[in-house]
C-alpha cells in the first residue's frame, strides 16, 4: 500500500500519528457534539412555538364553543 491509500499506516512515527489523531478525533467529536446541541435547543424553541399555538388554538375552540352555547 502506498501512503494515503485507505488503510495505509500513517508516516510520521506510530506516538506523534497516534497523538494527533487522538487530537483530531477529539475536535471532530466536540464538534459535532456542540452541533447536535445547536440542533437540539433549535427544537426545543420550535416545541415550544408550536406548544404556544397550540394553547392559542385551544382558548379559541373553547370559546368558540362557548358562545355557541349561549
Do not use: C, W
Amino acid at each position: 500500500m502506498a501512503e494515503g491509500d485507505t488503510g495505509a499506516p500513517k508516516s510520521g512515527g506510530a506516538a506523534q500519528s497516534d497523538a494527533f489523531s487522538k487530537r483530531e478525533a477529539a475536535s471532530e467529536d466536540y464538534y459535532v457534539r456542540q452541533k447536535e446541541m445547536e440542533k437540539l435547543q433549535n427544537l426545543k424553541l420550535k416545541i415550544e412555538e408550536h406548544k404556544k399555538h397550540l394553547e392559542e388554538l385551544d382558548k379559541h375552540v373553547t370559546d368558540t364553543m362557548a358562545q355557541g352555547k349561549k
